[in-house]
Structure formats: C-alpha cells, structure tokens
C-alpha cells in the first residue's frame, strides 16, 4: 500500500494555501482529518480500476438529446449540397467511419458478455465469436446483434432480391427508424431519407467485414408505418464471385 | 370533449399554424386567421402589461420566504431588501401571464405562453375541462416534432408531416 506518500503529499498541497502557519502547528490533526475524509475507497474495495469496462453495455442515452443531434448532423450535411443524392451521400459518409468501429466494439461487447462470468479465468475453451465469411451470416449479424446494439431491437425484416438480374442485393427493413423519429421531410424533398446515416453504418459494418458493399436508405411506406425504410445492400462483383467459391468449399 | 381547432402564433405575432379537428366553428379566410393572430398577440401584450404588480411588504421580505428567494433579482429590483421599492407579480417567481381564456357560449379560447414566446390558441367546447392536459400535450408534440426536425426554420410556419400525424392521433384517441 502506498499510502504515507500520499498523505504527505496531500499535506503538502494543503499547506500551500491559506493559512499556512496554523497548519504548521498541528500536523497530526491535519493528516488524521484527510485520512478521514480525503480519501475514500469504496465498502467492497473495489475502484474505478477493478471495475468491468463493459459496464456502460446497458446504459442508454437520451432520446432527445440524440434527436437534437442528429437534427443538427443533418443541418450541418445541408449546407452547400447540391441535390438529395448529395445530402443522403454526406449522411452517408457521416456514418460510415460509426460502422467500421461499432464492428469492433460489437466483436468485443460479444466476447466480453459471453466470457464474464469467467473473466478472470483464462478463456481459452470458449470460442470467440467469429467473422462473418459468408454473405448471410453478415447480415444475420447486422440484422440482430448490430440493430440490438445501436436501436435496442432487432430489425424488423431481412430479405433476399427475388429478382434473378440483381442476386447482390439484400433488403434490411426498420418499420420505424429511430433516427427518423422526429424528422418530417418537407414535400419537395420527399425521396429524402435522413436514415441514410445508418445505411452509412451498415457500409461501414460490411466493409469493415471485407465484403465490398453499397448501402441505400428508401422510404416505404405503409400505412401502419408511415416511417417504414429499406436499407438497399449491393454487394460487389468480388463478393459475389468469392461467395460462390466459398459456397463450392461448403463453407458456411 | 371537443376541440374545434389548434393556432400556434410565434412570438413576433404571426401565424404558423392553423388546423381543425372538428367542424362546429365557422371558417375564416387565411388574411382573417393572420389577423387574428396579430389582433390576439398585441392584445395579450396589452393584458401582460396591465397586470398589476403588487408591493412586497417589509415583512414578507424579512422573513425571506422560500418563494421570494427563489425569485430571479429583477432590474426594477436592486436589493429585495430595500422596503418601499419592491414589486413582485401576483404570483411571485412567474411573470404575468396576461389573457388565458375567451368565453363565448358557443366555445373557450385558451391560449398558453411558452417561455420563450410561442403561443398555443385551443378553440373548444365550453363545457370541456381538462384543457391544460390537452395543452401541455400539444405543446410536448410541439417539443417532440417541430423543434426536433432538422428541416424547420424557427419562426416559420409549421409544415411537419409527423406533427400533423401524431396531434391528429392523439386527439382522436381522446374522443
């Protein structure tokens, strides 16, 4: 324990101040006093240090808080556009570099939660959850554990195109984006879509994953969910091509 | 309980919202509702201003009661304790209110201030209670969809989509 240098130093700052002669006089009293109140160690011992770093995990912040930021991401992304397409790319872009980090910190809260109970431990026989190689897996981890993360929910759809022209592209349904929520798009500007941040995410989260991707936001609405988007994922001709590979080595 | 419809006057004295939800007053021309709306904000100024303000008694400053040292120090106010200078509104710690309520016998005009200035005007039934609970609902909307959407231009009028949505809900499922 290291704690005389530390009374003695505490001493020392607090002679520095006001009245240093009386506290000259009585030395003893002083250190009695600061070892009383100064320093507090928490009733079970343990500190800021021994605390778990995932702790935050089910900490949520402010709705509204987040709705005036993101109302202010989106003024700031209008200025000086030229078009929608080029306000949904700036939003894009916004959330692009969340994506490619969130997909860290999803792999780490994924670990850390299956592996707490036995975090001292050393954690060898459980298996840390794996990257996605195939296409499916990804937007599995997308589509649950990536929407639970950012939107405490699930996605509401996952969808392959029926279509035999376009077999790249996916379809994420959120019958009410989050960060829709308090956004009403004018009329003239009513093929917006201000979720194209997290349409920017999902980029992010594809390409942090090594599968190439183009990722768009479209409004769908029904008449239940007048907010109801479609998140659009083109994957690229290598991911494709390295799909089928994968498919003929019966990888999953 | 009927509400026969919504105004939102800003705090220069225009017009940004006008809507009905229930037919039973009869309809004015746009150019009648802007007046409207400029007529009522200068003669609210008019009631606020005339509102008397009442001398602080030497005594109730003495005592410093929690409500008088709660009050923010007012310029006309240099010292709360200097007797004889004092004035305090009616109702100590909230600026006067000026007109809350129009009674014809066919409908009640409440109106509610906002602090920073925006007036809500609710045209309802007169026998309907409860109105503050409608009030503060549509203020909390107000709050929730017009200050919140990144494409409303403070001061000008109400164009949001999930406002109209959501206060047109809300007053359905009332009824």
Redesign the interface.
């Known amino acids: 324990m290291a704690h005389p240098p530390r009374h003695s130093a505490m001493l020392s700052l607090s002679n520095s101040g006001s009245s240093a002669n009386s506290d000259k006089q009585q030395p003893p009293q002083q250190i009695q006093h600061i070892a009383n109140t100064g320093l507090r160690v928490p009733s079970n011992r343990k500190t800021i240090y021994d605390r778990h770093l995932n702790r935050s995990r089910n900490a949520e912040i402010s709705r ?1 808080s987040f ?2 930021l ?6 700031y992304a ?1 200025r000086r556009v030229t078009g929608i397409q080029d306000l949904e790319k700036r939003l894009n872009e916004q959330g692009y570099p969340m994506g490619l980090r969130l997909l860290d910190l999803l792999y780490y809260r994924t670990i850390t939660s299956s592996t707490s109970s036995s975090l001292a431990s050393s954690s060898t026989s459980t298996a840390p959850p794996n990257r996605p190689l195939r296409i499916l897996p990804l937007l599995h981890l997308i589509h649950g554990p990536l929407w639970r993360l950012l939107f405490n929910r699930p996605a509401d759809a996952l969808e392959h195109s029926v279509s035999p022209d376009t077999p790249n592209e996916y379809m994420i349904t959120d019958n009410d984006p989050l960060v829709n929520a ?6 003239e ?1 009513h093929m917006l879509n ?1 979720a194209a941040f997290v349409a920017g995410i999902i980029e992010g989260v594809c390409d942090g994953c090594g599968f190439e991707a183009k990722v768009t936001a479209h409004n769908q609405p029904t008449e239940l969910w ?1 907010g109801r988007t479609i998140f659009l994922v083109r994957f690229g001709e290598s991911v494709m091509e390295r799909e089928k590979v994968l498919e003929r080595a019966g990888i999953k | 309980m009927t509400v026969f419809s919504l105004i939102i006057i800003n705090k220069a004295g225009g017009l940004v919202y006008q809507r009905e939800f229930q037919p039973g007053l009869r309809k004015l021309s746009t150019n009648d509702y802007l007046v409207l709306a400029g007529t009522f904000h200068g003669v609210h100024a008019i009631t606020r201003s005339i509102t008397p303000k009442l001398p602080l008694s030497t005594a109730s400053t003495a005592a410093t009661t929690p409500t008088s040292s709660n009050m923010p120090p007012t310029p006309g106010i240099p010292n709360s304790f200097t007797p004889g200078s004092a004035f305090t509104f009616p109702n100590p710690g909230t600026p006067a209110t000026g007109l809350e309520c129009l009674e014809t016998d066919k409908f009640r005009l409440t109106c509610f201030q906002t602090l920073t200035g925006t007036k809500f005007l609710l045209f309802t039934d007169p026998i309907m209670g409860n109105i503050d609970v409608v009030m503060k609902k549509v203020y909390e909307l107000y709050a929730d969809y017009v200050m919140k959407n990144p494409f409303y231009q403070l001061e000008m009028p109400v164009r949001c989509e999930a406002f109209d949505r959501h206060l047109g809900g809300w007053l359905r499922g009332r009824t």
């Open positions: 509204s709705a005036f993101f109302g202010e991401m989106v003024t209008q308090y956004v009403s798009v004018p009329k500007m201000c007048p």
